[in-house]
Each structure stands twice: as C-alpha cells, then as structure tokens.
C-alpha cells in the first residue's frame, strides 16, 4: 500500500481551476536513468515494434496506431499509455503485456516504457479537465456517421483506425481524452484535427455518443490458466499427419485446420500472441508461443517433421514472424493459420476461453 500511495502521489496534480479549454504545460514529472531507458527501448523493439514500426510510426500491422503522435502523448501520460499496454484492449489484437494478466512486462517495466515512448515524442504534457464533456448523444451520432465511420466503422468496431466501441478504452480514457483528441487530431496518422471542421458543440456531442457506449461495463479479471508444458505440446500424438495442402506454400486455411482437428490428426498449434490474449482465448490444444519469445527454448523438444500451425490476431503478422524464424532452424513442416484467429471465430469455429471472475464491489 505504501509503495502504491508513492505512485499515486507522482502523478497527482491540483484540480484544473480554468475553463475547460485553457489547458496548462506542466513538465515531465519522471525522468528515466540511462539503463531504463535502454531497457525500455529494448522492450518496445521485442513487444511492439512488429505492429507499431520499429520507429513507432505506426500501422503496420493491425491498424497499430502511431506512437509518436504529439497530441497522444501530451494528453494521455501517463495511464490513457499506460493502461492498453498493460492490460490490452479486449476484443482487439492489443494484448495486455502486464504480468499479472499473462504479459512479459513486470510494473516497473510497463511505467518505464510508457516514458521512454513520452520522451522519445519529445512534448510537454498538457493538464486536462476530468470532467464529463456534456453534449446531445442523438446529434453526436448523426456527426459520428458523417465523418467517422470509414475509418473506426459503423459501430466503433475500428476498420483501418482504432476501435472506439472498445469498452475497456472508454472504461481508462476521460472524456477530455476522447474530445482532444477529436479537436487536435493525432499526427502521424489519418486522424484529423477537427476543430476546424466541426463546431465545439459539434465536438463534445460527439465525445458524448461515445461515451454513452460505455453503458453497462463492468470490469473483469481473468482467472488465469496454467501454461501447457512440453508434453502436452503436441496435438494428437497417435494420430495421423494432417497433410495440408498450403495456399502461397505457406498457409493453411481456417476449413482445413478444423477439419485436421477434429478428424485429430498429429500437430502443434502456437499460439504467436501475447500470453494474456490465449489465456482469454485460444485455439484447443494450442501452446502460447510469442512471437517474441527464445524459440529455440521453446521447440527444444519438437520433432523437426510433425506440423506446426501458428495462428495471431494480425491476421498473420506474428505468425508469419515465428514460422520464418522456425524454417530457418530447419523445421519444414511448418504453416500459419490464413484466417487468424478473429477469422476462426467469425467463421465460427471453436475456441476455448479463459474463465472470467467479475469483479465484486
């Protein structure tokens, strides 16, 4: 509790006094040492770099949004960063890479990241009202369907931006997130400044409508699951070789691979995304295999000739990165799920999810 109460009392500040548009610089309350920073950088090019760019440009892989817009990160140091990094974005392919929901990063790690990223955008923060932005939710959609759906969808399921539906994001970001954002727009990235082009009233009705589709949310904590070990890798081991035949040499397709599984052909499944995301979903039988994990570590005891299938949520992204790195370490019975596993389960084929426990007030 003492080393909570320390947090916390870093990232305080006094109540904004002003109106609600005159926002205040303050400087950068933490500064990181020569070796977190180095640690950090090391962690962004291992856990981020494949979706974000290794220059944090952004987009590409998944729609991964720009890290070095200015607006970003002035208006949401350190937790609207912190936060999806931490626990992910449910229902997204941004994992959570905390360690306490499955990731590879300890606290300290995830904080030191958050401001190494601050620092390399090279911006003051700025002071936001944590008020609600109080607008007409009914005006708010009908300038929501007009501007913003080509690019976050119809229902704020995110098309080539982010999914601004997402419950968990609503749940960690203020209202005065959600409309600067919209005002200033995010550099680096298709995202606009609108300040221009609609009215403040326009704006904060807006900032409204998405708001009013946090309703009902309730957060949750995965119970989670033990890692399969080593023996338990291999799918089917009495069975029969799958024989896939691979579009591109490379790919298998989502009806072939169900099909394999339930007539239990012999195989292992990797799972290429962060651990947090298996343990909330997965294909059966399948082992969590990071597409930044030691992956000689981990094949160690694989036979070089039983099928291998890896499967991420890029579509193939991760996957593709493990199965390049598994060919060139001589195993040449190798595959990625075509579909990934958003695919799989639109197509409506199985999944086992990790048990949820709500939280109780």
Known sequence: ???????????????????????????????????????AEEN???????????????????????????????????????????????????????DEVGGPMTLAETWDLTYWLFEKSGVKRKKLSTNPVHGDIKQGEK????????????????????????????????????????????????MQAYAKLLSSQEIDNVTAFLRSKASGWQEAKPVLKSLPTPEQYVVNPEGEDPNFTLKDGLYVMATDLNQALVQKKKMVLFDTRVTS????????????????????????????????????????????????????????????????????MHMGYPVTRGDIEGVQD
């Open 1 to 39: 509790m003492i080393i909570r109460a320390l947090v916390v009392s870093l990232f305080l500040v006094p109540a904004i006094s002003a109106q609600e548009y005159q926002y205040q610089d303050i400087s950068n309350p933490r500064k990181l040492t020569e070796a977190q920073a180095q640690k």
């Open 143 to 190: 300038t929501y369907l007009q501007h913003c759906t080509t690019c976050h969808g119809k229902d704020g399921e995110g098309v080539t931006a982010p999914a601004l539906g997402n419950p968990s994001a609503l749940a960690h970001n203020t209202d005065e997130f959600i409309r600067y954002a919209i005002r200033h727009g995010r550099q680096n990235t298709p």
């Open 277 to 344: 995301v298996w343990q909330t979903a997965h294909i059966a039988g399948s082992v969590p295999l990071p597409y930044y994990s030691n992956l000689d570590d981990m094949v160690a005891d694989i036979p070089k000739d039983v099928q291998i299938v890896a499967y991420c949520s890029c579509p193939r992204a991760a996957a593709d990165h493990v199965i390049h790195q598994l060919r060139d370490r001589g195993y040449t019975r190798t595959a990625t799920l075509w579909e990934g596993i958003f695919g799989w």
């Open 44 to 98: 962004y090019q291992k856990y981020c770099s494949l979706c974000h760019g290794k220059d944090r440009q952004g987009h590409v892989n998944d729609h991964a949004p720009s890290l070095r817009s200015a607006s970003l990160f002035e208006s949401g140091v350190p937790h609207a960063i912190l936060r999806p990094m931490s626990y992910g974005r449910v229902g997204t392919p941004m994992g959570g890479y905390l």
